[in-house]
């Protein structure tokens, strides 16, 4: 499967790491080739957003480890576009 677009919801807490560098380590995964961020809540304890990679054959569990490693919860997937052979 050749998964070209991937939507999640995503949160993460205010003294957590930044979205520019969230965003840098997001751009070293090699099959990403567009990263877009859009902020939907801000509390006082995290900050909620739509993050849409766009690419070829993003590889969703790369994607995942790394948001964990950077204290970011997937708190639903919104979309999958993927391109069958």
Do not use: W
């Not at 380590?25 to 080739?33: A, D, G």
């Amino acid at each position: 499967m050749n998964i070209v677009r991937l939507v999640l919801e995503v949160s993460r807490p205010i003294k957590s790491v930044d979205i520019l560098s969230m965003i840098n380590r997001l751009s070293e995964v090699k099959s990403i080739k567009s990263i877009l961020v859009k902020f939907d809540k801000i509390s006082s304890e995290s900050q909620s957003f739509i993050l849409i990679l766009e690419g070829d054959n993003i590889d969703y569990n790369i994607v995942i480890k790394t948001l964990e490693e950077l204290n970011i919860s997937v708190v639903n997937v919104i979309e999958i576009k993927a391109l069958t052979s």
